[in-house]
């Protein structure tokens, strides 16, 4: 397959609308779906179920989604590393999600520049899903992630760091003076939905909560008493007076790891990763 083919192709997958996909493409809808009945007839498989009102995919189609992504991501990330390291200034790109590890990305910085040969570190800040993604697609070289919350499947990684998760709620909730709170618990007794993050392709799943892209817009969200989450219990200190805070021991606990891809060769993110697990 060529890489036109799969990007024809996650286009149509993700708007599952031949007219949407071909606008998105800046091209024509008559060539973008002789282009898909081409690639199914050369791979033998029918990629789309299409009828007069919608389209939808196939289990064959399902799976080439998810590997002609992860195969533009690294045709994209080839490019871009390879222009990074042609610059004469050598840098590392750094990505982590805003708000995130706060204390020790400042800690791993102050360390890592301290040592000789140093370069230069760009430091990515982003919403919730957005590190995996940037990092897989070459924008960023190295990323803080957190487990179970970002996949690290097909990176390399090292453990930095465990922590228990909590529920931040507004001030004055009835559950606010609760020493703890099970999930169960959480989920039959407050009144306020948990938040929905945007999926990959920037749909939303369905559900009461409401839409947020950024922890900034969450925790104004909570203080008006619009909505809780569930967090990890380093993010104590980025709230405010109007925010309460209960553990929540049955949680799956976070783990900030270090990550890069296996077949990354650069002597500063090495140098960096090193520094991280020091630390």
Excluded at 53 to 61: D, H, Q, S, Y
Excluded at 106 to 128: F, I, N, Q, R, T
Excluded at 154 to 165: A, S
Excluded at 251 to 256: E, G, L, R
Aim: glycine share 6%; proline share 7%; aromatic share 4%.
């Amino acid at each position: 397959m060529e890489t036109r083919e799969m990007r024809y192709f996650v286009a149509v997958a993700e708007e599952l609308h031949f007219g949407r996909a071909a606008q998105r493409l800046s091209m024509a809808q008559p060539p973008l779906s002789r282009a898909i009945q081409q690639l199914e007839r050369r791979l033998g498989v029918v990629l789309l179920h299409r009828t007069a009102r919608a389209i939808a995919l196939t289990e064959a189609g399902t799976v080439l989604l998810r590997e002609a992504r992860t195969a533009l991501d690294a045709v994209e990330a080839a490019e871009r590393r390879t222009r990074r390291a042609a610059a004469d200034q050598p840098r590392v790109v750094l990505v982590t999600k805003a708000g995130a590890s706060r204390e020790l990305l400042s800690k791993l910085l102050d360390a890592y520049a301290a040592e000789p040969g140093a370069v230069a570190v760009e430091v990515m800040l982003c919403g919730p899903g957005e590190p995996e993604s940037l990092l897989r697609n070459g924008r960023a070289d190295v990323a803080l992630l957190h487990r179970p919350y970002d996949s690290t499947a097909g990176f390399d990684t090292e453990d930095l760091h465990t922590e228990q998760q909590v529920v931040v709620l507004p001030a004055g909730h009835p559950l606010a003076d609760r020493a703890h709170l099970s999930f169960a618990e959480l989920n039959a007794q407050t009144d306020l939905p948990l938040p929905r993050w945007p999926r990959r392709d920037g749909s939303y799943p369905d559900g009461p909560g409401p839409r947020v892209r950024d922890h900034t817009q969450l925790l104004q969200l909570i203080a008006l008493g619009l909505a809780c989450a569930v967090v990890p219990e380093s993010l104590r200190t980025q709230l405010r007076d109007d925010h309460a805070v209960v553990a929540v021991p049955d949680a799956p606990v976070v783990t900030t790891v270090i990550a890069w891809p296996p077949h990354s060769r650069s002597k500063a993110v090495a140098d960096l990763v090193r520094t991280a697990t020091r630390l």
